[in-house]
């Protein structure tokens, strides 16, 4: 009687189930490509997790208990130093690939955190900067003047209109309040706004998901609000663009050489550098998505601001200052435009568009494969986004702030 493998009855098991391999992964808290493994022969599954294998797939766990010991004898008794050292052919080339995927991500990322920091310096110095110095030198200027939240409502999900009009109103009116005691002048005008923006955001998003607003919760949003806004505020934007979380078992693929369980744990640690290389694909993927979008909205922004802030400044006399009703009506509804796209702007660029990460050395665990410790190098998140309501609202005011500039 031929006896069946134990590749061969997880197969079948996972085929009269009607699963995917990934599914069997999930419930056995292994990798899809561990189970394919498995189920070629290549990969012996642990002796503990049998039992949830049997009780997933269906099986009998002394057929499958069997199976695993004819395997364990026939692998104990092949010639193990051979495929220790077929294994490691397999572990370099494998790291390699990850190691180029990883690194080309990296650029992309860097190249898309480029662009948008330069869009961001430039909206902070041609468009914060100078609306704020007109602003402080305006006297009794209407709180109609500077509020607006020309938001068009969300079929699907009302709450979001209704969030992101909130937020715009706060902003409007916190910078008015400012206006009014003159308090919203000098260098740090535009980061007052930046933050007033910010605060208006995260209560927003808190608001949302139930969390209740706390100071110190809001003091992280602002913290690690993704871009910072530019320099007015002193945020550096590097430091909180998405970056990889991908650890990789170098240092084992070396001095594991012909030790076929070292090259066993490599493999495993690949797994799982495999999985979190594409998980932080996915996550940069939506960064890089959310970033160009961002720096569309900039660029138009930055566009209507030259007519509209020209207009206001040939309205207010040199070294001196004016009240709102002397300006003449295109000088005022260039006003009302300018604040209407500075604080839809800024209702995009005080979101958490991707992960903060608090990043080490520059990597090293990429470039050196003789490295002794296999976390170096290695970069973790400090901050993730959090509900899909939460990622949901922040696409939609990417696109509702979009469609706001463009109008």
């Known amino acids: 009687m031929v006896e069946v493998s134990l590749g061969e009855l997880i197969a ?7 699963l995917s391999r990934q599914e069997v992964a999930d419930a056995t808290n292994y990798s899809a490509v561990m189970i394919a493994k498995i189920e070629s022969g290549e990969r012996l599954p642990d002796e503990s997790r049998l039992p949830t294998i049997a009780h997933v797939l269906g099986l009998d766990l002394a057929d499958l208990t069997h199976a ?50 330069e869009l961001v310096n430039a909206f902070d110095a041609n468009v914060l900067l ?21 938001v068009e409502d969300h ?73 910072a806004i530019g320099a007015t505020a002193g945020k550096n934007f590097a430091a909180a663009i998405a970056v990889l979380p991908v650890t990789f078992a170098v240092n084992a693929l070396v001095s594991g050489g012909r030790v076929l369980s070292k090259q066993e744990e490599a493999q495993r640690r690949l797994d799982s550098a495999q999985q979190e290389l594409e998980q932080a694909e996915l996550a940069v993927s939506k960064f890089i998505a959310r970033a160009s979008r961002i720096t569309e909205i900039l660029t138009v922004a930055l566009f209507a601001a030259k007519t509209h802030l020209k207009r206001i400044e040939s309205a207010i006399p040199v070294r001196g200052r004016v009240a709102f009703e002397a300006l003449d009506p295109a000088a005022r509804d260039s006003m009302g435009r300018m604040a209407e796209l500075t604080f839809a702007s800024l209702a995009v660029l005080t979101l958490p568009i991707g992960l903060h990460v608090v990043a080490g050395e ?38 509702e702030v979009f469609a706001q500039v463009a109008r």
Do not use: C
């Open 12 to 18: 079948r098991g996972r085929a009269e189930q009607g």
């Open 68 to 117: 695993a010991s004819r395997l364990d004898r026939r692998k104990s008794s092949g010639p193990k130093i051979v495929d220790a050292m077929k294994l490691a052919k397999r572990n370099d080339e494998r790291a390699r690939d990850l190691r180029s995927r990883a690194q080309q991500v990296r650029i992309d990322v860097d190249i898309t955190a480029k662009k948008l920091r």
């Open 130 to 150: 100078p609306l704020s110095s007109a602003l402080s030198q305006i006297d009794a200027i209407p709180l109609d003047a500077i509020v607006h939240d020309n």
């Open 155 to 227: 079929e699907s999900n009302p709450d979001f209109a209704a969030s992101l009009r909130t937020a715009q109103r706060k902003t409007g009116a916190s910078v008015h309040a400012l206006l009014s005691a003159r308090v919203l002048q000098g260098d740090g005008a535009a980061a007052q706004m930046s933050g007033i923006a910010a605060a208006s955001t995260g209560f927003v998003i808190m608001g949302l998901s139930e969390v209740p607003p706390t100071w110190s919760t809001l003091a992280e949003i602002v913290t690690l609000a993704a871009p």
């Open 362 to 399: 520059d990597s090293p665990a990429l470039a050196d494969e003789s490295s002794d410790d296999p976390t170096r190098g290695q970069i973790e998140p400090a901050f993730e986004l959090g509900s899909k309501l939460e990622n949901d609202f922040i696409d939609y005011v990417i696109e």
